[in-house]
């Protein structure tokens, strides 16, 4: 299935910088992503590229080496401060375990220490939630926020891939859940048990989702996100 662009055809995020980290993971997926939507995109190694940047996208990819990485390079700690200052970023899957406040169940390292996060989103999640590798899936789901996309017709879902995937356990104060997956519409539906998950949310101008837009040609995320940027939504 192949997702609609918002109607009519947009280069929002013309004249905006906009950073992707390129540490580990499908990085180059989200930088083509933005700049199809007109944006420059700047792949973000060093705590220098931070620099001038109007939003950053964290991607998906495996959070325990993302944060590794970072502390690494020695982003992280500017990077965590850039953050609560109020930079605009949306991370997906990996990014949104590396935005949440708390990790259910952290991965840890070889003396004992539990895997770091950026933080910024008051959530709670569960890494690799929807299963393995081969547990992957993709389900349609309605998104909120997406009124930008609109036809006659209304709408159109979000067509969405998981692969191992988090889920969030819970939000705070000031956290908006934007999409859930129902047990009926996962791969196996048994680990769901009868609840939905929350797989998108949204606090002022950080977004998070667990799944993989930038695989699918879903171009209304990152068209979210820019116009989060802009004060535009």
């Not at 700690?77 to 949440?100: F, N, T």
């Not at 989702?209 to 535009?232: A, N, Q």
Request: charged share 25%; hydrophobic share 40%.
């Amino acid at each position: 299935m192949t997702n609609p662009t918002s109607v009519p055809p947009s280069r929002v995020g013309t004249g905006l910088r906009i950073g992707v980290l390129a540490l580990q993971g499908d990085f180059r997926e989200h930088l083509h992503a933005v700049e199809d939507a007109g944006a420059t995109g700047i792949g973000v190694r060093r705590p220098a590229e931070l620099d001038g940047l109007d939003g950053l996208i964290i991607p998906g990819g495996e959070s325990t080496t993302i944060d590794k990485l970072s502390r690494a390079f020695g982003l992280r700690d500017p990077l965590r401060k850039r953050i609560h200052e109020g930079l605009p970023v949306y991370g997906s899957c990996a990014g949104m375990i590396l935005l949440a406040e708390d990790i259910t169940d952290p991965a840890k390292d070889l003396a004992g220490n539990p895997q770091q996060t950026f933080g910024g989103l008051d959530i709670t999640v569960r890494r690799n939630a929807f299963g393995r590798q081969r547990e992957s899936f993709e389900t349609d789901l309605d998104f909120k926020g997406l009124d930008f996309s609109a036809t006659e017709n209304g709408v159109a879902p979000v067509h969405a891939v998981f692969i191992r995937g988090p889920w969030v356990e819970r939000v705070g104060d000031g956290v908006e859940v934007l999409a859930v997956v129902e047990p009926s519409r996962a791969s196996h539906p048994e680990a769901l048990a009868g609840t939905a998950r929350i797989v998108a949310v949204r606090s002022g101008k950080l977004l998070a989702t667990s799944f993989h837009p930038e695989v699918t040609g879903e171009k209304r995320v990152h068209e979210l996100f820019i116009r989060m940027i802009r004060g535009e939504a």
